[in-house]
């Protein structure tokens, strides 16, 4: 860095805070400085960076599951907000242990991070007592845990629900089932909203109906498929289904066809989570968006303040409201024609929205 800010006539600290892409520095100078760095194949030295400001510049990120693409669309924003600070992402997955999430989270602290990022699968709050005793800064995503003041964010659960229970109620559904999540703080809102839908349109809502599975977050589209094979089997037959998150809804809708049912004329079904792939299913699927970038880069943001911050700011929970995209999986012809939704191919959908607005609250 010396070598670089004596060849530009520029200061060390100028240098590095273009290392480091803060954000008052001219675009002149910054250009001028990356393109040196560029010429001289220039390597920060991390450990030498750690030990004059006593960060790692490492963030761990533990999810259920790496290969859920909601989670995978969360590690992406976030990755993209801490990296524009000069912070890098650490992912492990708990795949839905507590024990192992311990593990992991343990494996991580070890490395020294700066902060962590967590969509839990624990149902008690030992782990993080042993966090916070060690000091280290955390956000929890998705999944709240009761009894735990912490940061937090994610979607309004219940908005999620039932919207879109009223959604295929909307499209002529009136016995509706669902496949529900565990019995975490998403699950049981969900399941929630799903109930408050049926009693608010007049439906009655049966236990029969309802389908739960222990682990939702890997191997969910087979867990869908077993879970709608019992459905199946209800009398009278459901005519639309409600999933906890789109791999569900997908399960589901495989098994809804191999059983010569049409989907939707038949049965509808909306999932949760508007992950993009519907352009690989036979039908496109209809889903609730929880706004993934958004819970990346809101995550960042609080992370980082805390980080960087001298005093620990107050907890806070930042609940983004859902909206509904509608795709083929729901959309009756008859139906279509009087709410005035227009089926879009391949994929493409039309999202209606309750509200744009997010709630923050302090904790």
């Known amino acids: ?35 040196r760095v560029k010429e001289l194949d220039y390597q920060p030295n991390i450990m030498a960076r750690s030990l004059v400001t006593g960060r790692s510049y490492l963030i761990g990120l533990v999810v259920p599951d790496l290969l ?42 070890a490395r020294q991070l700066d902060g962590l990022v967590i969509a839990s699968t624990t149902n008690t709050t030992d782990l993080f007592d042993r966090i916070d005793r060690q000091g280290l800064p955390y956000v929890l995503i998705d999944r709240e845990l009761e009894g735990l003041v912490a940061n937090f964010v994610g979607t309004n659960d219940e908005a999620a629900g039932r919207m879109a229970t009223e959604h295929l109620i909307d499209q002529g559904c009136r016995v509706v089932a669902h496949i529900r999540g565990r019995n975490n703080s998403t699950g049981i809102r969900r399941f929630d909203g799903y109930k408050n839908a049926l009693q608010r349109r007049g439906l009655q809502y049966s236990e ?34 409600f999933a906890y998150n789109d791999p569900l809804a997908i399960g589901a809708m495989d098994a809804i066809l191999e059983a010569g049912l049409r989907v939707p004329e038949d049965i509808a079904v909306i999932g949760c989570g508007n992950l993009h792939y519907n352009s690989s299913l036979r039908v496109p699927l209809s889903s609730i968006d929880q706004n993934s970038e958004a819970i990346g880069e809101r995550t960042a943001a609080i992370l980082l303040g805390m980080i960087e911050s001298k005093v620990r700011p107050q907890a806070m929970s930042v609940i983004l409201e859902p909206s509904l995209m509608v795709r083929a999986s729901t959309i009756r012809s008859s139906e279509a024609a009087t709410s005035g939704l227009s089926y879009q191919p391949r994929g493409r959908s039309k999202r209606l929205q309750t509200s744009s607005l997010q709630k923050t609250r302090k904790q």
Do not use: C, W
């Open 1 to 35: 860095m010396k070598d670089i800010a004596k060849d530009l006539n520029l200061s060390v600290v100028t240098i590095s805070k273009v290392l480091r892409n803060h954000p008052d520095i001219a675009d002149e100078t910054r250009e001028r400085v990356l393109q």
């Open 68 to 109: 859920h693409p909601f989670f995978a669309e969360i590690a992406k924003s976030l990755s993209a907000a801490v990296g524009q600070r000069g912070y890098s992402l650490i992912i492990s997955s708990s795949e839905e242990n507590a024990e192992l999430e311990a593990r992991e989270v343990q494996h991580l602290m």
């Open 208 to 241: 029969s109906l309802v389908v739960a599975r222990s682990s939702v977050d890997i191997e969910s589209t087979r867990l869908g498929a077993e879970a709608m094979r019992l459905l199946l089997r209800h009398k009278p037959l459901p005519d639309g289904l």
